[in-house]
């Protein structure tokens, strides 16, 4: 059994336990082998949105200290792409490769349903558009959807855009022009967000270094851009003469053993909770290096399938993901201002929008 309540602040990164998460639901099916566990941080803008991620954790004790990590980002996240939603995630325990199967995700369906609209549920590492169509036949609270289900498709479009846009407002704020355009640009992971970023430097005309577990992935970006250099792994890259690094792989990317060896000024990828532990956003400031804050850039996914919840249009969606420049540049520029790291700043802005609109959300409409 594990105690949400006695998580101690190693396990749960920045959230101590469930002492600042409105509801934790752990959901189990032994027939069709379903353990996940549903958390909702706050509902303070609206019902809460997150992906559903599926990955065969060592314990259920660590996949309970990622979903609280993830939910948490998640209402921050949702707070500064301006919308109207609360923050929430899933996880699935299990290997997506040999787990996963309908009655598995139809089982889930039923208890995401079961919240009664209080989360929303989408893709994320280990789900797919496709596993989101088998959910939905369960449950109405479902986006990411296929695009032949009327849904977004995959959401690493605008993520990776979003990546991309984050980025841009980074060079303009170290650089002085909005582009990457000869600079060197390190890409940890190059799976579904990872090889779209690729895509949007290479044509951008940076060079670019990649890293990834899968030779296949990396394969994949080499046949598409054969001037792309890969190197062996992350110590490798970050060890590497490059100006960017884009960590968007799995999360604590930036330990204390990686910043300190770091070479790069701008640190801007799409992976969730890149910071391993509190103080290392102190760390890359006061090395010089920028971090663009992870949840602020890597956005647009959920600007993508949080449009669906309205009927989908992907240019109105891409619109609200090209905004993620501006709200990094007035990161930025409100973290020159206060004298504080970028990530200090987006959390302020995030926790302000979070406290003034949720307070007009408690004004009493009559019914």
Same mark, same amino acid.
């Given at each position: 059994?594990?105690?949400?309540?006695?998580?101690?602040?190693?396990?749960?990164?920045?959230?101590?336990g469930?002492?600042?998460?409105?509801?934790?639901?752990?959901?189990?099916?032994?027939?069709?082998?379903?353990?996940?566990?549903?958390?909702?941080?706050?509902?303070a803008?609206?019902?809460?949105?997150?992906?559903?991620?599926?990955y065969?954790?060592?314990?259920e004790?660590?996949?309970?200290?990622?979903?609280?990590?993830?939910?948490?980002?998640?209402?921050?996240k949702?707070?500064?792409?301006?919308?109207?939603?609360?923050?929430?995630?899933?996880?699935?325990?299990?290997?997506?490769?040999?787990?996963?199967?309908?009655?598995?995700?139809?089982?889930?369906?039923?208890?995401?349903?079961?919240?009664?609209?209080?989360?929303?549920?989408?893709?994320?590492?280990?789900?797919?558009?496709?596993d989101m169509?088998?959910?939905?036949?369960?449950?109405?609270y479902?986006?990411?959807?296929?695009?032949?289900?009327?849904?977004?498709?995959?959401?690493?479009v605008?993520?990776?855009?979003?990546?991309?846009?984050?980025? *841009?407002?980074? $060079?303009?704020? #170290?650089? &002085?022009a909005?582009?990457?355009?000869?600079?060197?640009? !390190? =890409? @940890?992971?190059?799976?579904?967000?990872?090889?779209?970023l690729?895509?949007?430097?290479?044509?951008?005309?940076?060079?670019?270094?990649?890293?990834?577990?899968?030779?296949?992935?990396?394969?994949?970006?080499?046949?598409?851009?054969?001037?792309?250099?890969?190197v062996?792994?992350?110590?490798?890259?970050?060890?590497?003469?490059?100006?960017?690094?884009?960590?968007?792989?799995?999360?604590?990317?930036?330990?204390?053993?990686?910043?300190? *060896?770091?070479? $790069?000024?701008? #640190?801007? &990828?799409?992976?969730n909770?890149?910071l391993?532990?509190? !103080? =290392? @956003?102190?760390?890359?400031?006061?090395?010089g290096?920028?971090y663009?804050?992870?949840?602020?850039?890597?956005?647009?996914?959920?600007?993508?399938?949080?449009?669906?919840?309205?009927?989908?249009?992907?240019?109105?969606a891409?619109?609200?993901?090209?905004?993620?420049?501006?709200?990094?540049?007035?990161?930025?520029?409100?973290?020159?201002?206060?004298?504080?790291?970028?990530?200090?700043?987006?959390?302020?802005?995030?926790?302000?929008?979070?406290?003034?609109?949720?307070?007009?959300? &408690?004004?009493?409409?009559?019914?």
């Amino acid at each position: 059994m594990t105690d949400v309540f006695g998580l101690s602040h190693k396990d749960a990164g920045p959230v101590n336990g469930q002492a600042k998460h409105e509801q934790v639901v752990f959901c189990t099916d032994e027939r069709s082998g379903l353990h996940a566990i549903i958390a909702i941080y706050n509902t303070a803008l609206g019902p809460s949105l997150g992906g559903t991620r599926f990955y065969p954790y060592e314990s259920e004790q660590a996949a309970l200290a990622d979903v609280l990590n993830l939910s948490r980002a998640m209402a921050y996240k949702n707070a500064l792409a301006g919308l109207d939603l609360g923050g929430g995630k899933a996880v699935i325990i299990g290997d997506p490769a040999t787990d996963k199967s309908e009655a598995l995700l139809r089982a889930y369906g039923r208890f995401v349903q079961s919240l009664g609209g209080r989360y929303f549920t989408a893709c994320d590492v280990g789900t797919y558009s496709e596993d989101m169509d088998i959910v939905a036949r369960e449950s109405s609270y479902v986006t990411g959807r296929t695009l032949a289900n009327g849904g977004a498709g995959d959401s690493s479009v605008l993520t990776a855009y979003g990546v991309f846009q984050g980025m *841009r407002a980074a $060079a303009e704020h #170290v650089y &002085g022009a909005p582009t990457l355009r000869g600079r060197r640009v !390190g =890409v @940890e992971g190059v799976g579904k967000v990872g090889h779209r970023l690729v895509d949007r430097l290479v044509e951008d005309g940076a060079e670019v270094v990649i890293c990834d577990v899968s030779e296949q992935a990396v394969e994949r970006v080499r046949q598409l851009h054969p001037g792309v250099e890969v190197v062996a792994g992350r110590r490798e890259l970050t060890d590497a003469d490059i100006d960017v690094y884009a960590p968007c792989a799995l999360g604590g990317a930036l330990d204390d053993d990686t910043v300190a *060896r770091l070479r $790069a000024t701008i #640190v801007c &990828g799409g992976a969730n909770n890149q910071l391993a532990h509190p !103080g =290392v @956003e102190k760390q890359l400031a006061d090395r010089g290096i920028l971090y663009a804050p992870d949840y602020v850039v890597n956005s647009g996914g959920v600007i993508q399938v949080a449009d669906e919840i309205q009927g989908f249009n992907m240019d109105r969606a891409k619109a609200k993901a090209t905004q993620i420049y501006d709200t990094t540049l007035k990161i930025f520029a409100s973290a020159a201002k206060d004298g504080v790291p970028p990530a200090v700043a987006a959390d302020r802005l995030a926790e302000r929008r979070m406290s003034e609109v949720g307070r007009i959300r &408690g004004i009493w409409l009559g019914h």
